[in-house]
């Protein structure tokens, strides 16, 4: 009898055991999943002549898009791309982007430019950030 009662006490010990190891697994929580990587469309350097007389602006860009399809689509139509914000920053002022502020509201100017289609009928491009790569105000 003395056997039988170990062995149940035994048997109860190792089960409860057993339980204590299999429970963090089942309760764990998931691990998030990773970010996805960015995507970066880097953009030649422009020269532009400003408005001022005599300012040129020398700026480099690099886009972080929301997918690689926004990419894509945009080295498809990169001239046209180019266009844009070549006209975007030739209406630019040199005492405007002189400033901290000035630098900012581009950034947004370059998102609303390239956010419009392409060509008729296709999505907008999500410009997720615009990354300054080159900066000379001369």
């Known amino acids: 009898m003395l056997v039988l009662i170990t062995l ?55 886009l972080r898009l929301k997918d690689e399809a926004t990419r894509a689509r945009l080295n498809e139509y990169l001239p046209e791309v180019r266009s844009r914000l070549l006209l975007l920053f030739s209406r630019q002022n040199a ?4 400033t901290e502020a000035g630098k900012q509201k581009l950034i947004a100017a370059i998102k609303e430019t390239l956010a419009a289609p392409l060509v008729a009928g296709q999505p907008k491009q999500v410009v997720t950030d615009v990354l300054y790569t080159a900066f000379i105000l001369r």
């Open 8 to 62: 149940a006490a035994c048997a109860t010990a190792g089960y409860s055991y057993w339980r204590m190891q299999q429970q963090p697994t089942t309760n764990a929580k998931a691990e998030p999943a990773p970010p996805p990587a960015p995507v970066f469309f880097a953009l030649d350097t422009f020269t532009v002549n400003l408005g001022d007389a005599d300012r040129v602006l020398y700026i480099g860009v690099t």
């Open 95 to 98: 005492a405007e982007l002189s």
